[in-house]
C-alpha cells in the first residue's frame, strides 16, 4: 500500500464550477501537508501549507486536514481555464522527507 | 528572483554515455533534493543534501551520483546511462527543518 494515495483522474469541470481534490495517506505521524500545482513542462510550485488539522484559506482555495479519518482536500472555487493543471498533494511527519501524491490532472473548461 | 535553476532543460543520451544534470538555488536554503518524475508515479527521491558536504541517498539512487561542494549547487551525475532512467528531473530546496519545497522546472531526460 502506497503511504500516499491520489486519484489519477484526469478531472473535467466546467469554467466556474467548485473543485474538490483528495489524497488519503497511512501514516498518522505526517503533520505537514502541501498543495502543489504544476502547469505542463514546468516544476510543482506551492500552493498550500498547513500544519496539523483544520481548514486554511487563500484566495480562491481551501486546504482542508481531517487527521483522524486520514484525508487532506483541497478546494478550487470558481475555476479558472488558467487552473488546468497537475495537483500534487505532499506531506511529512518532519525534517526534509517529503511524500508526494501521484497527482490529480484538471481540466477547466471555458 | 532566480530560486532554483536547472540545466539543461532537455537532452537526449545514448546508452552508456554520461552527464552531469546541474542544479543551482539563490535561495540561500541548506537543504537540496533531486526528485525524478515518471507518469503516474508521483516524485520520487534520489538523492538528497543537508549542508555543503553532506549527501545521503533516498528512495532509487541506484545509478546515480551526487556531490555538494557549496550551498548553492547540487549536481547531480549519471555514469552510464540506461533506458530506464528516461524521465524529468527535478532539483528542489527547502530552509530548515520543516520547510516546503521549492522547485526549478526540471531537465527531460531521453536514453535510447
Known amino acids: 500500500q502506497k503511504e500516499v494515495e491520489q486519484d489519477p483522474g484526469p478531472l473535467s469541470v466546467p469554467e466556474g464550477a467548485i473543485v474538490s481534490l483528495n489524497c488519503t495517506y497511512s501514516?498518522?505521524?505526517?503533520?505537514?501537508f502541501m498543495w502543489y500545482r504544476q502547469y505542463s513542462r514546468k516544476g510543482p510550485e506551492l500552493l498550500m501549507y498547513?500544519?496539523?488539522?483544520g481548514n486554511k484559506e487563500d484566495g480562491r482555495f481551501t486546504a482542508q486536514v481531517d487527521k483522524s479519518s486520514k484525508y487532506i482536500s483541497l478546494f478550487i472555487r470558481d475555476s479558472q481555464p488558467s487552473d488546468s493543471a497537475t495537483y500534487l498533494c505532499?506531506?511529512?511527519?518532519?525534517?526534509?522527507?517529503?511524500?508526494f501524491g501521484a497527482g490529480t490532472r484538471l481540466f477547466v473548461k471555458a | 528572483n532566480a530560486g532554483v535553476t536547472q540545466t539543461p532543460k532537455f537532452r537526449i543520451l545514448k546508452i552508456g554515455q554520461s552527464m552531469t544534470l546541474q542544479c543551482a538555488q539563490d535561495?540561500?536554503?541548506?537543504?537540496m533534493y533531486w526528485y525524478r518524475q515518471d507518469p503516474g508515479m508521483g516524485l520520487k527521491l534520489i538523492y538528497y543534501?543537508?549542508?555543503?558536504?553532506?549527501?545521503d541517498k533516498g528512495e532509487v539512487p541506484n545509478g546515480y551520483n551526487v556531490s555538494r561542494s557549496t550551498t548553492e549547487d547540487f549536481p547531480l551525475r549519471l555514469e552510464l546511462a540506461a533506458p530506464s532512467q528516461t524521465s524529468v528531473y527535478f532539483c528542489?530546496?527547502?530552509?530548515?527543518?520543516?520547510?516546503?519545497?521549492?522547485f526549478g522546472n526540471g531537465t527531460r531526460l531521453t536514453v535510447t
Open positions: 535561495m540561500n536554503h541548506n537543504y
Open positions: 505532499a506531506m511529512k511527519a518532519g525534517g526534509f522527507k517529503t511524500i
Open positions: 543534501s543537508v549542508g555543503a558536504g553532506i549527501t
Open positions: 528542489a530546496s527547502s530552509g530548515q527543518g520543516d520547510s516546503p519545497l521549492h
Open positions: 501514516n498518522s505521524a505526517f503533520q505537514y
Open positions: 498547513t500544519y496539523s488539522s
